[in-house]
């Protein structure tokens, strides 16, 4: 069932999250609910307080398949990789934002039963974004800069 996203403004999204501490109906229930949130809204990556739930709580698909993520710590980020971002909860915006090229996280599954996971690319970024929502952080607060339509151009002609 689909939940209605927070947008930019509403204090959940400015809250640091709890750990989720129970595996069980609820839990399931709530990743079932972000993944067909995520879905309609062709978003990459969906964090529970994006739904005013406060707990550490991810799910990401960026073409791969579901990956769904329950109090996520990375433990590792190497490299580094600049390049736009966007937020469900803030529509119509985007920013270039740096990011670590590689990332290592720990969670635990649905059932809680802990896994580690190394991402890369796109999958990294979405990572740290959504990890990010569990601590009351938003790409705008460390991008560079806003990508506008006119400096997406200016880009584009400085990569020629
Ligand atoms: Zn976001």
Redesign the pocket.
């Known amino acids: 069932m689909e939940r209605k996203i927070v947008k930019l403004g509403d204090e959940a999204l400015r809250k640091v999250c709890k750990p989720m501490q129970k595996f069980d109906l609820r839990l399931w229930l709530l990743l079932r609910d972000m993944a067909d949130t995520m879905y309609k809204a062709e978003g990459v990556?969906l964090?529970a307080p994006?739904v005013g739930i406060l707990r550490r709580v991810v799910v990401i698909d960026v073409g791969d398949g579901l990956v769904e993520l329950v109090n996520p710590v990375i433990v590792s980020a190497e490299g580094e990789q600049g390049g736009g971002e966007g937020?469900?909860?803030?529509p119509g915006k985007r920013g270039y934002v740096v990011r670590p090229e590689r990332v290592t996280v720990k969670a635990q599954d649905r059932k809680g039963k802990p896994f580690e996971i190394t991402a890369e690319g796109l999958f990294a970024r979405a990572v740290c974004?959504?990890l990010d929502?569990l601590d009351g952080r938003?790409?705008i607060d460390i991008m560079d800069h806003e990508i506008t339509e006119e400096s997406e151009q200016n880009e584009e002609e400085a990569e020629n």
């Open positions: 990556g964090a994006q937020c469900l909860s803030i974004h959504e929502h938003l790409y």
